[in-house]
């Protein structure tokens, strides 16, 4: 979603594999608490379900996992991740 020509908004897939993809939904944090992830979430998982692709939703964290079951995802169970951080000393 764009305000004044500049992106605000958008929802897109960082992996596909074949019948799917797994969504990224980002907005700019003085734009959220306006519903503006949930019209483009929404709006890729009815393209996804036009093409006849499975739009799977891998929450990173509890607002996220808020959005996925507003948008009519169910909760499965939680799991253990870990992150590197490489913009520090990765060499």
């Known amino acids: 979603m764009e305000k004044d020509g500049e992106i605000v908004s958008g929802a897109s897939s960082y992996s ?8 990224e939904i980002d907005t700019r944090e003085d734009y959220r608490r306006r519903g503006l992830a949930y019209i483009c979430g929404a709006k890729l998982i009815l393209e996804c379900l036009e093409r006849g692709w499975y739009p799977s939703w ?5 607002w996220s996992a808020a959005l996925a079951e507003k948008l009519g995802y169910h909760f499965d169970h939680e799991y253990v991740t870990y992150m590197v951080d490489c913009t520090k000393n990765c060499d």
């Open 58 to 62: 891998d929450a990173q964290n509890k």
């Open 16 to 23: 596909s594999y074949v019948g799917g993809i797994e969504i």
